[in-house]
DNA sequence: GTGAAAGCGCTAACAG
DNA sequence: CTGTTAGCGCTTTCAC
């Protein structure tokens, strides 16, 4: 591939200029421009990145990391990739199939390249990777929930609260007997959860009852077992909140199975909106996250840390999700047919169908706030 | 952060012997490498990727391109990663949000960083950054279908014989008004399905209705639309040939719109297996394509370029699909609920549930046939 | 407004 | 078995 010496020697005239040609770093006149211009279009020039980013030690590369591949992350992605290209750093998308060792190897991998960034939804604990991007004070982005002991910007929907808002729904249905699949506690996300369904049942003086909690159950498949379970309590549970997306799919199976209806056996809340819910008999009542505003704001951060200030300290913040009541809570308004729309939906949550949004919009000016690294500690979202 | 130099200042010798260490080029004595690991772990130091990528001219990366992400992709991917890995290259994934432009920027932003090859299933049509690549001979790999007019390794699965199979099989069932609804004709795999259920039609005697093929709905919303209007013809088709997942969505949603009850009113059968598909009643009947086999013998193709001769004639490999028989097409065997191993499934193709394979097992070794560019163009998958 | 030249951190002859 | 050294292709001082 031709180089910038080729186009130089056959522009007649020094590689500096074809550099600044190609750069505008610094005045060319207009004649030696069209020239350099022209040997380019000949040649078939690229400027060779990787020589670039080894003399001005930058990349203009983002990764982004996450444990799986779902509508969720796809959404993120957009917001990413949106933010990220009109700021001129191209994505590196790195999946780890929720697996922490291919994690580790893609952050290696992703710091050996010199990536100038990370934005990271951790697939589980801390590890030494981690720990050395964060020494080295590496610009790292945290998305979706935090590591313990790791002190990193974060932006997340604010758990608690979205978990409350959807018990607190049920109770207003008149459920008293609420079940609870929640994801491993691996995830400080999964704790905050089922934080907010206790305070829920605190606050409508329902006693907590540890049996209708089970966690650990992020896949779909342990899911699916957390829901047998929980319907073999007596009396049954009259509702479920269920913490995940991939568990969605596993308890509505389960339901199936044991034949209970929705929502007149047994009325349901889901976390995280997903592609297929729209193709769901009844239409899912779910809490749903600001997507495609995670992902934008997660990606400005990390430009932020790269181009500013390394070492400030950590950041925080942190998005209010959306109520979407719809049928299998008993609460919905019965519409029309689904929308279609979803694939193209570029705003911020993806459009949903027979929506009824309970609580504030997403806030469009995320709550940002200061947190030290002792602090971040003690308060996972 | 330390480099090749600082290691080898530290355990007091040359960079070279730093260098074959970390690269095991040559042979060096226990005393020198152990010093050499010794300083280089206690200065954290990770070879500069960079640096070494612009001195040999490699980079041990693999970009793979698509235009979606959805279940079909990931699972490519998995094949690819593994293949990939096991070759010591690193996968860049990159999404092209169906867009072609998007697209020449990713295969762009790809051979400007070096990447060694790339394996891409296409947006569209031909553009300048395809013809680029395949003029300097880059290591490019095409899957699931062609680019008319382009010339470069292909693997796919033989979509002609996996759409007669489907249509044969509701033909078999008794139908003989099919509706088709098929992807946009800018994909080579697109018509080569139309093709497919063509022949199905002549094979039985069935005069050909072009009012009945639907075409140009590669997206949920079209198809939604594109069922509309097939149901709408009198007398009304009681069976549905469906040409890929996004569609299958929206085929659904209009089925439901029309209250049409599957496989009763309308027999059913779609293409690409979806993660949802499980969680819809009745099971769907799909034409299942080698999702893992198609990513490890494209990365295996590319490899081979790279570190094979670049100018050999370009190859196309076929894969076969099969043919999941299920409830929607009226010729399913109920089963038991829907398994729910899939995402832990590493195997060739997604686990299934209720299953019955009616045409041979995906072929194990690939029938690989040469084809000079000439007579790839002319025949596209 | 332009060019010469010194590296960025690594690999790989070449020389010992 | 080990060290010296010349680049890979670019950016960027420095000098004109």
Redesign the pocket.
């Known amino acids: ?8 020697r056959r522009a ?9 040609v ?2 505008g ?5 207009k ?3 069209d020239r350099v211009l022209a040997a380019s279009d000949e040649l078939g ?8 980013t ?4 930058q990349s203009r590369t983002l990764g982004f990391v996450v444990p799986d591949v779902n509508a969720f992350y796809i959404d993120v992605l957009r917001g990413v990739e949106d933010v990220a290209g009109a700021a001129g750093y191209a994505v590196m998308f790195c999946h780890t199939h929720d697996d922490p060792t291919q994690e580790q190897n893609y952050l290696r991998l992703l710091r050996a390249r010199r990536a100038d960034g990370i934005i990271l939804s951790p697939a589980g604990t801390y590890h030494d990777e981690l720990d050395r991007l964060s020494r080295s004070a590496y610009p790292l982005v945290l998305f979706d929930c935090s590591v313990p002991g790791l002190s990193a910007d974060l932006v997340a929907v604010d758990n608690e609260p979205a978990a409350h808002m959807a018990v607190a729904h049920l109770i207003e249905k008149g459920h008293r007997r609420i079940g609870m699949v929640s994801g491993d506690y691996v995830f400080s996300s999964s704790e905050r959860r089922v934080r907010g369904y206790r305070r829920a049942l605190e606050e409508a003086g329902i006693p907590f009852d540890e049996s209708l909690v089970v966690s650990g159950a992020s896949r779909a498949d342990l899911s699916r077992r957390a829901v047998l379970e929980l319907m073999s309590r007596s009396p049954r549970p009259t509702a479920l909140f269920v913490g995940n997306n991939q568990m969605t799919a596993g308890a509505m199976i389960a339901l199936q199975e044991l034949g209970l209806a929705v929502p007149d056996d047994v009325a349901y809340v889901g976390f995280d909106d997903v592609d297929w819910a729209s193709f769901l008999r009844p239409q899912m009542t779910m809490v749903a996250q600001p997507t495609y505003e995670i992902g934008r704001t997660a990606t400005q951060m990390v430009i932020d840390r790269i181009e500013g200030d390394p070492d400030r300290p950590a950041r925080r913040v942190s998005l209010e999700a959306k109520l979407m009541v719809r049928e299998s809570s008993g609460g919905g308004v019965s519409l029309a047919p689904a929308s279609l729309a979803q694939t193209q939906d570029r705003t911020s949550s993806r459009r949903l169908p027979s929506e009824r949004v309970v609580l504030a919009e997403a806030a469009r000016r995320p709550r940002v706030r200061a947190a030290g690294p002792v602090r971040a500690r003690q308060q996972p979202m």
Chains 1, 2 share one sequence.
Request: hydrophobic residues 40%; without cysteine; glycine residues 6%.
């Open positions: 591939m031709a180089t910038a010496r080729d186009v130089a007649g005239v020094s590689t500096s200029t074809v550099s600044h190609f750069n770093t610094r005045g060319v006149s004649k030696l421009r020039f690229e400027p060779n990145i990787v020589a670039r080894l003399k001005t030690n």
